[in-house]
């Protein structure tokens, strides 16, 4: 199989599997006369770090923007980011809350990832068959804090892989449901959300037979994270003014003990987080 529902798939004499969709975004830059575009080297402009929606001062009215061209574009992309491309699952994620009215300054910012498309058309997913390692459930999970100046929410992600030398097998990057009152709060519900895909990733392995064939699953699988102090609330759940407002969460770590290990990464293994909950 070379092409499955816009994905090119390859395979090399090692066993890796390879997953693209050069072809997919060749035609999508093509679509909306950026085929010849000057590359960007990020998926974001630096002065679109804190995006806003529409402002409609009566003195200084944000220019309306071409509602039907944004959402084609960031709608063409979104099929990118949740198949091949978590590198831009931030960058659609925040284009996306401005669908209903964008102004030009947010189609702007899309066109700036299309020039970003442009510049790494080659970038594909790799899944790796090399080594004796058996496969076991690694997540990193991170957030920002209350960087959305419309509602201040903050910004949850996540990955799991199965092999250290191979790519995400999934990946996410979306607004927090509530508004954290601390970074150990937007912290602790970003590695919540990480544990709950977790726990339906382990069955999934546990179907396909990737773990053996012992049942039920068993199997622990890790999260790590850099928030020492989300990390201190997990394994001591004191009930204190700081964190009872969210002692649910609480109870769910609590019931997951053993399912889950929650552990504290290195400053290396940061730069890993940064794609799915912050501007690269």
């Known amino acids: 199989m070379k092409r499955f529902i816009g994905l090119d798939v390859s395979t090399d004499g090692y066993g890796d599997i ?13 679509r909306f006369g950026m ?8 998926p974001f402009p630096s002065h ?10 009566p003195d200084h009215p944000d220019p309306e923007g071409d509602q039907t061209l944004y959402c084609e574009v960031v709608g063409s992309l979104n099929h990118a980011a949740v198949w091949t491309r978590p590198d831009i ?3 659609i994620s925040k284009l996306s809350r401005f669908l209903h009215d964008p102004s030009i300054v947010h189609v702007n910012a899309a066109k700036h990832l299309l020039r970003y498309i442009k510049g790494t058309l080659d970038l594909h997913l790799k899944f790796s068959g090399k080594g004796n390692q058996p496969p076991k459930l690694d997540s ?17 992600g996540y990955c799991y892989f199965l092999f250290d030398n191979s790519s995400p097998v999934s990946y996410s990057s979306k607004s927090q ?3 954290a009152l601390s970074t150990m709060e937007a912290e602790t519900t970003a590695m919540t959300d990480a544990t709950k895909e977790g726990l339906w990733l ?4 546990y179907d396909l037979r990737l773990f053996g064939e012992h049942q039920p699953p068993t199997n622990i699988f890790m999260v790590n994270s850099d928030s020492e102090s989300a990390l201190k609330a997990i394994r001591n759940p004191v009930f204190h003014a700081r964190t009872k407002h969210f002692d649910i969460r609480q109870h769910l770590y609590e019931m997951l003990c053993p399912a889950a290990v929650y552990l504290w990464i290195s400053l290396k293994e940061r730069r890993i987080l940064r794609i799915y909950s912050q501007r690269v």
Not at 18 to 30: A, D, G, P, T
Not at 35 to 42: F, I, L, Q, R, V
Not at 140 to 156: G, L, P, Q
């Open 18 to 30: 390879s997953v693209s969709q050069k072809r997919y975004l060749e035609k999508v830059l093509h």
């Open 35 to 42: 085929e010849t575009c000057k590359p960007a080297s990020t």
């Open 48 to 57: 679109a770090q804190h995006l806003r929606k529409r402002d409609y001062d």
């Open 89 to 91: 699952a931030y960058s």
């Open 140 to 156: 990193y999970a991170d957030a920002d804090y209350a960087n959305d100046e419309d509602d201040r929410k903050s910004i949850s």
């Open 177 to 179: 449901s509530l508004v």
């Open 202 to 205: 382990r069955s999934l392995c």
